[in-house]
């Protein structure tokens, strides 16, 4: 049950959490990739050839300690046209870290992405878990809080891949915010489900934009 309502919050959690970007408000058929915990050598680079194939554009929601030591990777994000956003510095649970802690790994992990001109000010917590007060002093310094639309749980290698296949099919509509992770655990898993994704979503004929403050800003959040 609580596998579920992770994969596709359902409305009664999103109305629990009001401050958090769930989807994008649109009718067009446009979806939005989102990849979490790198950049990781090796697999980001994979992950950026397989969009490419598609002309398809993505968000990387960066830990900021790989970010640091991946420059390179960081600048093949941008000429590729994707977009880099916050996952704090070292990836910790809102739910276990202090509020002060957590707002320094905050502004650590928002210190590394500066250089980038692909940033923009989004933050998704690691574990989707942060407090309610962590959520405030995130949206006092600007942040637009974004969670997902349907998570694809690649990080778990005893999924069946067959199954989060057809849960991808009947879940995407437009306005969907996807999440993967480009991460060495996930690997295993997003090799199979990234490519079948994305042939999905050409032969629906949406297209994979970027997210942006903006869009959450003009719909209200």
Known sequence: MMDAWLITP????????PAFEW??????????????DGPTPAITEWVCNQLAQYNAKATFFCV????????TIMSQLLQHGHVVANHTWN?????????????EEVNKGEFALLPYSNFEKLFR???????REQTKLLKEKGYSIVQWDFLT????????????????EKSIKPGS????????????????????????????GFECKVLTQDLFLNQGN
Do not use: C
Not at 186 to 199: E, N, S, V
């Open 91 to 103: 990836h910790v649970n809102g739910w276990k870290t202090a509020n002060k802690a957590y707002l």
């Open 153 to 168: 749980r690649d990080y778990n290698p005893s999924i069946d891949v067959a199954t989060a296949m057809t849960r991808i």
């Open 23 to 36: 989807e994008v408000k649109t009718t067009n058929p446009i979806v939005y990739l989102t990849f979490d």
């Open 64 to 71: 900021g300690r790989h970010v640091e030591a991946h420059p």
């Open 125 to 131: 917590p690691p574990y989707g878990k942060m407090s």
């Open 177 to 204: 915010i996807l999440l993967f992770h480009d991460s060495e655990k996930a690997f295993p898993i997003i090799k199979q489900l990234l490519p079948y994704t994305l042939q999905l979503l050409q032969k629906k």
């Open 10 to 17: 359902p409305k009664w959690i999103r109305r629990l959490y």
